[in-house]
């Protein structure tokens, strides 16, 4: 029996009770994926990204383990939602607009003093002081532009995020942040997502591959150098308590520059098919769900329930799920994931039943826990806990 016909007969096994759609951890996998984070971080804590996750539960496991440490995470609420319930060290990856959790966040001792805001903009700290609801001081972090610019900055590679590109201008806003009563500048992020987040192995396309590996390679030398000449200009202004970069298609590369003191990472811990493409690294697929065969229409076909969970960002086939387990199933060209029903071909379709379920991955980590208020973690071949995810929780944090 082959790896992936194991497995499979593994999830059915654990997951028999269960009725499709459902979705699961495979504990295995997951805790084998945490371990290569760390083995690639090379003694710098991991922050666990927590849009990536989405489950209160797995967010402990990872930072149960030795070299993880803190959250990131991506809205004020939920920030202050997670300080509540006991993690201690949260940073806000992203500005935010949220006047009642910053008139919560002044107001409260212990959550001022657990979540770390980011700041790009002195409009932000307008903001926050015009619904002050008391006098605790805000932590603040401020994140660098990590973009590759090109041709004299005609061509931009990279995310469109902060404006603070040198050092110059990081350096400015920290000196008008410290001396501004209320606030006081810990940290500096910059997420270097051209490099973590494109893979640079694109199956069948060998050319774009090199492009991107010649990009990727470019990028990180530019960054390298104007990173650490933004650390030193911020630390003549503030004590930066931590500078965190990276994400988990470039842990090893982001924490080999001396600037950086640790690495955020997420989507490592569960490798959704977005992951697949790189040369550095292999994970194992850990989070998967599993939707019921409901129609067999003619030979070589086979129908399941629902299924199409298109990821965010740009539309295209790669933010599609795909079907994986058994092996040898694809989509209807003509109809492809469906919101009711979704069609799969192949030879593997003729031993199906119905009733029998066909195992998903999905393309960005968190997201498949938008969809599923339940995560069931597996064990070899059963189910050892079933947990919540944010949304089971009642936690909508967008």
């Not at 499709?20 to 295995?28: Q, S, W």
């Not at 532009?145 to 041709?151: C, E, G």
């Not at 933004?230 to 500078?243: G, I, P, Q, Y």
């Amino acid at each position: 029996m082959s790896p992936s016909a194991a497995d499979r007969a593994r999830y059915d096994r654990a997951t028999a009770h269960l009725e499709a759609p459902m979705a699961i951890v495979d504990l295995r996998a997951f805790d084998d994926n945490a371990r290569d984070l760390v083995r690639r971080a090379g003694g710098k804590p991991i922050r666990v990204a927590s849009k990536s996750v989405r489950c209160r539960a797995l967010l402990e496991r990872a930072l149960a383990r030795d070299g993880f440490a803190g959250i990131m995470s991506f809205t004020l609420s939920e920030s202050l939602w997670l300080a509540r319930e006991g993690f201690d060290d949260v940073l806000l990856a992203y500005p935010s607009t949220d006047r009642d959790g910053y008139a919560t966040l002044t107001g409260d001792p212990k959550l001022a003093a657990a979540v770390t805001v980011m700041v790009d903009d002195i409009g932000q700290l307008d903001l926050i002081d015009r619904v002050r609801a008391g006098t605790e001081e805000v932590r603040v972090c401020l994140e660098l532009d990590t973009s590759l610019r090109l041709l004299g900055g005609r061509v931009r590679v990279g995310a469109l995020r902060s404006p603070l590109r040198t050092p110059e201008q990081l350096a400015g806003l920290a000196r008008a942040i410290e001396r501004r009563p209320g606030f006081r500048v810990v940290g500096l992020m910059g997420y270097e997502g051209h490099v973590a987040g494109v893979g640079d192995a694109v199956t069948g396309h060998p050319l774009r591959s090199r492009a991107i590996r010649l990009m990727q390679s470019t990028a990180r030398r530019e960054l390298a150098a104007r990173r650490a000449a933004a650390v030193r200009a911020v630390r003549e202004v503030a004590d930066l308590e931590f500078v965190n970069g990276g994400g988990t298609g470039s842990v090893q590369h982001t924490a080999a520059e001396d600037a950086v003191t640790e690495i955020a990472a997420g989507s490592g811990l569960y490798q959704p098919r977005l992951f697949d493409n790189y040369t550095s690294f292999r994970g194992r697929p850990a989070a998967l769900f599993a939707q019921p065969v409901v129609r067999r229409p003619g030979v070589g076909v086979v129908t399941v329930l629902g299924g199409g969970y298109p990821a965010s960002g740009a539309a295209g086939r790669d933010r599609l799920p795909v079907p994986y387990l058994p092996e040898g199933l694809r989509y209807d060209p003509q109809e492809g994931p469906g919101e009711v029903q979704t069609p799969l071909l192949g030879t593997a379709a003729d031993d199906l039943l119905i009733g029998d379920k066909v195992w998903f991955r999905h393309a960005k980590a968190g997201e498949l826990c938008e969809r599923f208020a339940t995560l069931h973690l597996v064990e070899d071949d059963r189910v050892v806990e079933s947990v919540p995810t944010y949304r089971g929780e009642g936690r909508t944090f967008l």
